[in-house]
């Protein structure tokens, strides 16, 4: 095997964004699976039918804080609650490759992604200040924080606002190497500063030299499970499509999908739909 990619769009997932990637896996590769990784989380957080960076969800207080993450065996580097750039993930990039730190936060990500150049960017869309005026509309009235969220969950139920498609990932192994890339707008509705799977290590993404693992779905959930690290410990010992389906199970009701490379197999399995492009080449 030369190499193979696979990308997801996200769990939730509906209309074009579940039927068309634009073949994101094959205009994603490279001789190297780090840059193929992240050249296909740019390719969809560039393509504003989904929740991360361009397409972002807007949170209660009317912020866009954006997530996203890589690893490599032994690496990890990650931004959190990160606002107005463009790309997330290759600031996250840059956190393993030019600081001595794993993760950086809030204006601190900001100022980094300053000083290395990334300019200011907006990543609001019309779709996500539609979503958020209903969603300030429902809660208006509403005197407390579980009064907000039925009112919100209504409007999703009723198909009033789109549920987000979540997190958009990659996972590649080439000439031998693994990498995996994640990065999302995060959840709706979301408290300002809520951090979920997607910046933290094990959770939303794992890479060693078994294989590559990332996550969608229920961030709160899948960290609380530490989903991607327990999928990348069952590793061969069983099928992987098996350890999929049994790990997904496990997360019962909650919405989520995976996605994973081991040296012998590549896999996805999610409880709800969920896109997903691969290329083998
Ligand atoms: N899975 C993305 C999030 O919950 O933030």
Known sequence: MGGIIICHGGVGAKGRALDDMNSVASLSRDDD???????????????????????????????????????????????????RVKNPVLVAQDVMQKT????LSGPGAVEFARRLGYGEYDPVTEKARVAYRKMIEAIKDSTNMDERYQAIKKLISDGIVEEPHDTVGAVAYINGKFAAAVSTGGASPMMPGRVGDVPLIGAGIYCGLKGAVVATGHGEEIAKKLLCYRIYERITEEPLNRILMEEIENMGEKLAGVIAISRKEYGFFSNGSMAVDTHEF
């Open 33 to 83: 699976p780090l840059k193929t990784a992240v050249n296909a989380v740019v390719n969809m957080e560039n393509d504003p039918r989904y929740n991360a960076g361009t397409g972002s969800v807007i949170r209660i207080d009317g912020s866009i804080q954006m997530d996203a993450a890589v690893a490599v065996p032994g690496e990890f580097g990650a931004v959190i609650s990160i606002e």
């Open 100 to 103: 001595p730190h794993i993760a």
